[in-house]
């Protein structure tokens, strides 16, 4: 038994007990492979796991309070640091809810729409090739992580180009977006998505029939589909277990119920049909944007909706006009005030189900916002995959939920 | 008579508000004016009690009995087809009426549809988990408690989830002060070292700006560094420094200001 005192204090990371010789191991705060912050409390019998209780909040930055004392502009960037893997999927989702709450969807114009879309695929593509890299680096494919870092450095010089930041875009805004695209981004980005397809099917070439990736993959974090269900996994996570929901297709937003896109589906339930489905949702993405490519061609140069009563009127006529220039102002020093009442929004980001509820007490400041991250449920289910599984295979289980701290703390 | 404000309420207040200004409320629809969500209606008023119920913004919005939750969700599972617990967790409405207001948001995959039921309960009183039915409840309702002291019966693991279990107070109330009181402000100092310590720490700085033009251990500004120990300049007499040795390194090639080149376009 240990005597802890302040010269020797308790190791949390080693117990032993002499009766069934079980060992408890602390995975994490600071592990490499851990994606975050995550600390896992692992009951180890023998290299197996008994029983596994994550442990989370090393990233709380209260957002949530953050949202209730924000006005609703100010708070969009904030979205960015939670899954700032694909900034752009947060500041959508939040701004769609606002925009719901308001009643404006509609009235968000057609190119803002386009330039929304191509941005949330291109997002997908660079969340999913860091899931790749890092997920691939874990299991001990190095390579792999370099040649996706590689492609996904193009990406994020795409979303340089257009908004000036690389991980925290802030590329949306609540009406439409800021910004046209800047002369020769769509010529860079047409090229980017006609070698993309050349560049996954080397990575599978690299992984797809490798021994040990298929020996570190298969059968490893099982799921069936009633479990996935229960634990509320969503997104590619879902899919994986057979489960063919992917919101931009069964509720769609957006402009993706003109698009052509299927949504893949993998039966085997284990991480190698994730990593296919992964693979597939990447090419599948590749063809929506080169659908927006052609759309965006013929629209009209509009980018913010016309409501000057929730949003700025434009630029133009907030300075010739006395009463467009005063609701500029009140918006700006005050904040827009929405109807009371309630919205849940659901999005498809890269991780899954995004969803943002907002209640609105007629405040400038909404009165509770609570963000739906799909890592945080993911993390849950960590509880319930692990046991059973041997130590090698909490990394892949990891690595493979797609996880990523900053929207499970929030 | 003077608008009654609740003075307990630490959050952001809007300075300004018209005094004509008439808040628009969210459309609400009838529950019949949609065929599915009437059938899931119901189903669910033939059996248990609703307070309320309405269309809002594409959503079903059914008021309940805290007492039935369970109830009334396994009935959703199993009768409705509302497999998933996208969403749940309590908005604080203590100082108006003493009550939270708890919130579940379930989702219809095969109908493709999603609803919201609701319930008010007293600050006192517990809920019951909703563990049994759907296992995505566990973290959810640990999130609740720890954000917003909502006690939940029943629940496997009841314990603090985001906040360290030894915290004081619940973040999401509308009475947790914004700037952190006195426990939370000390909290690391008073855990690690214990409260003698405060004095030799002292406060917190929270001022990013904050320069201490004396310190030439910790920061300096750009261009006006110095080395260990010196004294700082106000004025450098160098722009940049040059970090590299005079004689070189073999193998590396010496960078200078004139060798430098820009990128006309990306490679």
Not at chain 1, 44 to 70: F, S, T
Not at chain 1, 286 to 295: A, E, F, S, V, Y
Not at chain 2, 39 to 58: P, Q, R, V
Not at chain 2, 229 to 254: C, M, N, W
Request: proline letters at 5%.
């Amino acid at each position: 038994m240990q005597t802890p005192n302040r010269l020797q204090p308790f190791y949390e990371n080693l117990v032993f007990e002499k009766e069934d010789n079980r060992m408890i191991v602390n995975f994490g705060p600071q592990h490499p492979s851990a994606h975050g912050q995550l600390r896992l409390i692992l009951e180890l019998d023998g290299e197996q796991v008994a029983k596994a209780v994550p442990d989370i909040g090393y990233l709380h930055r209260g957002m949530e309070k953050m949202a209730e004392n924000m006005i609703y502009n100010e708070y969009l960037p904030t979205t960015d640091r939670m899954d700032y893997i694909a900034a752009t999927s947060n500041n959508y989702g939040f701004a769609l809810a606002v925009e719901r709450l308001l009643g404006i969807e509609k009235d968000v114009p057609r190119r803002a729409k386009v330039i929304r879309t191509m941005l949330l695929e291109l997002n997908r593509i660079i969340s999913h090739l860091f899931w790749l890299a890092t997920h691939a680096l874990d299991v001990g494919a190095m390579s792999v992580f370099l040649y996706c870092f590689r492609e996904r450095e193009f990406a994020m010089d795409l979303m340089e180009d257009y908004c000036g930041a690389r991980l925290t875009h802030s590329a949306v805004r609540i009406g439409g977006v800021p910004l046209d695209l800047p002369d020769g981004w769509l010529s860079n980005l047409s090229e980017f998505i006609r070698n993309m397809p050349d560049n996954i099917a080397d990575y599978e070439g690299l992984l797809d029939q490798n021994r040990i990736w298929k020996m570190r993959l298969e059968e490893v974090g099982t799921l069936t589909p009633e479990d996935a269900l229960d634990w509320g996994c969503s997104g590619p996570t879902l899919r994986g277990s057979g489960i063919a929901y992917d919101i931009r297709k069964e509720e769609p937003y957006e402009i993706y119920d003109e698009l052509d896109f299927k949504v893949p589906v993998a039966d085997s339930n284990d991480s190698y049909g994730r990593y296919k489905l992964y693979m597939a949702e990447m090419r599948e993405s590749l063809k929506i944007i080169k659908q927006c490519i052609d759309l965006y061609k013929d629209t009209e140069p509009d980018l913010m909706a016309d409501v000057p009563q929730y949003i700025s009127a434009p630029k133009e006529r907030v300075m010739t006009e006395n009463y467009a220039l005063m609701q500029h102002f009140v918006l700006v020093t005050q904040g827009m005030r929405p109807p009371v009442g309630e919205v849940y929004v659901p999005t498809e980001s890269p991780k899954g189900e995004l969803g943002f509820f907002i209640r609105s007490e007629g405040d400038p400041y909404p009165y509770r916002l609570k963000v739906r991250a799909p890592s945080f449920w993911h993390t849950s289910l960590l509880q319930h995959m692990l046991p059973g599984h041997y130590l090698a295979d909490v990394v892949t289980i990891i690595g493979n939920l797609n996880i990523v701290f900053g929207e499970i703390d929030r | 008579m003077r608008r009654y404000t609740d003075k307990t309420n630490a959050q952001a207040k809007s300075y300004h508000t018209d005094r004509f200004y008439q808040v628009p409320q969210t459309p609400k629809a009838a529950v019949d004016s949609d065929e599915i969500f009437a059938a899931d209606y119901k189903s669910l008023s033939a059996k248990f009690d609703i307070k309320d119920a309405y269309i809002e913004i594409g959503q079903l919005v059914v008021i309940i009995d805290p007492k039935d939750n369970k109830e009334v969700m396994t009935h959703l599972r199993d009768k409705c087809g509302y497999t998933f617990l996208s969403e749940m967790s309590a908005m604080d409405y203590l100082a108006k009426d003493g009550e939270y207001e708890i919130f579940y948001q379930l989702l219809a995959m095969k109908k493709r549809k999603r609803m919201r039921v609701k319930c008010r309960l007293k600050e006192e009183h517990a809920i019951e988990s909703l563990y049994d039915v759907y296992k995505s409840a566990d973290w959810a309702e640990r999130e609740m408690f720890d954000m917003l002291g909502v006690k939940v019966n029943n629940h496997p693991y009841m314990k603090r989830i985001l906040m360290p279990e030894d915290w004081e107070g619940h973040p999401l109330l509308k009475t947790y002060p914004l700037v952190g009181d006195e426990a939370g402000q000390w909290y690391e100092i008073d855990k690690i070292f214990g409260k003698e310590y405060r004095d030799v720490v002292g406060p917190e700085n929270r001022d990013t700006k904050r320069i201490d033009p004396k310190d030439t251990k910790n920061f300096a500004r750009i261009g006006h560094e110095v080395g260990y120990g010196e004294k700082p300049v106000s004025k450098p007499d160098h722009a940049y420094d040059e970090f590299q040795e005079e004689g070189g390194v073999p193998l590396i090639t010496r960078f200078t200001k004139e060798n430098q080149k820009t990128l006309k376009e990306r490679k």
